[in-house]
């Protein structure tokens, strides 16, 4: 990030890319950027063309060099929605930013705006930080058999130990709370598991701030009835995704909600809504999204003065009943245009809202501590074992179990298990599991088993006629096992 210190007051301004998008991005863009210039923000504008055009004119991301250039050079992006063409083999644009840079926490703050915009929850006022770059989102997905299809979820200690730091110094830096962890570590122990050991461990380095894990079906349980007793909630990519959207939505805000993907090398700011084809050019669209972003992205440069008086002046405008049509009610006094709207923030500019509470946005981030982070000492690992899966069809688990014993018992490793979607099928089973064409077949031996027995195993299982798809070695970490046991095991 930008430090605070290289922005002494009133000089130096800060380069940032800007990208006006597609749909209703140009129009909330120069909404946007109206009411940053007319509230003293110190910015270094770098226009650049990414989307729809870009996606058309042959570049498979919608993003070519020229602007990964800016980028790299600002450094921060203040992007407006953009529409990707269906069809046609085209990537997604956040999905390429977001790995090429290592934007690793999206952050959403989902905040009601009652009784001025209608939502069931008034006093709903969370941050939900989400994991953004690992988890089921690596995309490695396999089919295996004719049956089987699989997904990796990765989770680091690296990855997870940012975002958890993260989320800490964000409420550090925003005067919040509480942070709330939501994992489902009673099923997935290991992956889960890991994250959650992470946030108690390093929930310890911030004592003023609580501290709390529900796991994710409860947890989301409870923030549908009751988002009011959430502050900042920190969560794994997949559960996030799916929970910042209900948050947003709880609050009532899904057109009005801004986004920070935050990473070492680039910060990109965005309105949480799409392009808006429906509207595009008819001049009602609410740049508050946006603008909401535009002002995350200004504490995050160091301009939280600035950022402040943004707020300041969009939360009396809300306040004064002065809406686009989007959120124009009976509690409205007049419906405005995009560019009416911008104008009467403008005129608020230096004054506060008298009755909804504006978020103190004192300091950015320290993402350098984060970045600094320690991680911790290597474990001994040692190799106990494999796990062989087999495309098989022509028995049950016992008749799989016999090719297997009888093709290798030469091989100093022993068949100790065999498991059908999880669950135990040999050398126990239960008569009611339903078996598919994917078998998970557990071999053990004498500590350290080494790449060349396993590589023997295979090859008997090949001279058996049998399909081996895939291995996961099976490890021990100081001796503590890295592998699940088998359902019913
Ligand atoms: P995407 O898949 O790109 O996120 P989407 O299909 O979810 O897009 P949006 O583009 O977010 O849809 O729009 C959903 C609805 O909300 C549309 O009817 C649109 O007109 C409306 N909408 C979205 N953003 C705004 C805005 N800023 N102001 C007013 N209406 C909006």
């Known amino acids: 990030m930008i430090a605070a210190e290289r922005l002494p007051a009133g000089s130096i301004a800060t380069p940032v890319a800007v990208a006006h998008g597609d749909g209703i991005g140009p129009e909330i863009m120069e909404a946007t950027l109206a009411v940053l210039a007319a509230a003293g923000a110190r910015l270094d504008l770098r226009p650049i063309e990414i989307g729809e055009r870009v996606y058309r004119a042959g570049v498979s991301s919608g993003i070519d060099e020229p602007a990964l250039a800016t980028l790299a050079q600002t450094r921060v992006l203040l992007k407006a929605p953009i529409t990707t063409p269906q069809g046609g083999g085209y990537k997604s644009l956040n999905v390429t930013i977001r790995k090429m840079f290592g934007l690793y926490a999206n952050v959403r703050p989902c905040r009601a705006l009652a009784p001025y915009v209608h939502t069931l929850h008034p006093a709903m006022d969370v941050v939900i930080v989400r994991e953004n770059e690992e988890d089921v989102y690596g995309g490695i997905e396999h089919r295996q058999t004719a049956d089987v299809t699989q997904c990796l979820k990765l989770i680091t200690r690296t990855g997870t130990e940012r975002i958890i730091r993260y989320a800490f110094e964000y409420a550090r830096a925003n005067g919040r709370k509480r942070v709330t962890c939501f994992s489902k570590d009673n099923i997935m122990k290991i992956t889960d598991g890991l994250f959650h050991a992470i946030f108690e461990e390093v929930a310890t380095e911030y004592p003023e701030i609580a501290c709390e894990h529900l796991i994710v079906d409860i947890g989301a349980a409870k923030l549908a009835v009751n988002p009011e007793r959430f502050d900042v909630i920190v969560l794994p990519n997949l559960y996030g995704d799916i929970l910042s959207d209900v948050a947003a939505e709880l609050a009532g805000s899904v057109g009005m909600a801004g986004s920070a993907n935050i990473g070492d090398g680039l910060a990109m ?4 809504h799409g392009s808006a084809p429906d509207i595009a050019g008819t001049g009602i669209a609410n740049p508050s999204g946006l603008l909401n972003a535009a002002v995350m992205m200004l504490a995050h440069i160091g301009q939280s003065e600035v950022a402040q008086r943004v707020q300041n002046a969009w939360l009396r405008t809300i306040e004064d009943g002065f809406h686009t049509r ?12 995009t560019a009416e709207f911008a104008d009467a923030i403008i005129e608020r500019l230096g004054s506060s809202p ?8 004192a300091s950015a981030v320290d993402t350098a501590h984060i970045a600094n982070a320690t991680a911790k000492p290597a474990a001994h690992k040692e190799r106990i074992g494999v796990d062989v899966f ?13 090719r297997l014993l009888a093709a290798t018992r030469e091989c100093g490793l022993d068949l100790a298990m065999i498991t059908n979607r999880g669950t135990q099928v040999w050398p126990r089973a239960s008569e009611m599991t339903r078996c598919v064409d994917h078998w998970r077949c557990r071999f053990t031996g004498a500590a350290p088993v080494s790449g060349t027995t396993v590589v023997k195993l295979l090859a008997s299982i090949e001279s058996a006629g049998l399909e081996a798809i895939k291995t996961e070695g099976l490890y021990t970490f100081d001796g503590k096992p890295g592998f699940s046991l088998g359902q019913g095991q």
């Open 390 to 402: 087999i495309d098989f069809t022509d028995g049950n688990a016992s008749d799989l179990a016999q």
């Open 326 to 337: 989007d959120i124009y009610g009976t509690q409205s006094a007049r419906c405005l245009s």
């Open 354 to 361: 008298r009755h909804l509470r504006a978020p103190a946005l």
């Open 269 to 272: 700011f965005e309105a949480i």
